[in-house]
């Protein structure tokens, strides 16, 4: 199961994270050298790119809807692109993300898309249980957009 | 059966977002390839699982069980230590996702 393209770093991280001074940076070893810490700039990238892996997520959930059980060859082609696009920009964004927080981020919005545009494209009809878990799981995802930062900033040292 | 085949494509899933951190956006061949096999065959088994399952349990409890065993390894293998505040926002997510998919539009 573990690649062994690269022993270096198939080790797990816990044991290098004490060298580094931000508890912020996920993978301290792939960090640019001139920017030791998550930026702000690079986080709000991060979370842009995973949003978009929940929009291929979407595209994928329809695609393969739409392929019948991959028996229509063209959506079945469909599924597959949108398929590694969305575990690429996954993976882009959980260069910066943490992997519990990306994975949520992405289940969510990829199940908020696909019950939102699900009705669009096929007979489905929304239903008032579902506006409301929509609206627990859009909650949720603001929530942890607001949490998402790596270190309180202290207010008083803004001056 | 279908228990197991479940249980086949949670840990399946759980190595589909460990793989995808480790493959540093596509950068690392190895990872990259193991985040693409586990989620190809982790839809295989959901598949397997679903046809016995209900679909919307069978999804709920794939989504909920892959997402707290992520957390758990993020923060077990990776260090990646979450605060109460994510936790709850995470635990809200993971709720709403379940609970859409109970409800049977997932």
Known sequence: MAPDNDPGTAVPHAAVRGTTADPATPHPDETDPGTPTATPDRRGRAWLVLLLAGGFEVGYALAVGGSEGFTVASWSAVAVVFFLLTLFALSVALRTIDVGIGYAVWAGTGAVGAATLGPVFFDESPTLATAGWLAVIIAGLVWLKLADRPVEPDPTDRL | ?106
């Open chain 2, 1 to 106: 059966m279908h228990w197991l085949f479940l249980a086949v494509a949670v840990v399946l899933e759980i190595a589909v977002a460990l793989s995808a951190s480790r493959a540093q956006g596509f950068t690392r061949p190895g990872w990259t390839i193991t985040t693409l096999l586990s989620g190809a065959v982790a839809t295989y088994f959901l598949s397997l699982a679903l046809l016995t399952f209900d679909v919307g349990v069978g999804y709920a409890v794939w989504t909920s069980a892959a997402g707290v065993g992520i957390v758990v390894l993020g923060s077990v293998l990776f260090g990646q230590s979450l605060n109460v505040r994510k936790l709850l926002g995470i635990a809200v997510v993971i709720v709403g996702v379940a609970g859409l998919q109970l409800s049977g539009a997932g």
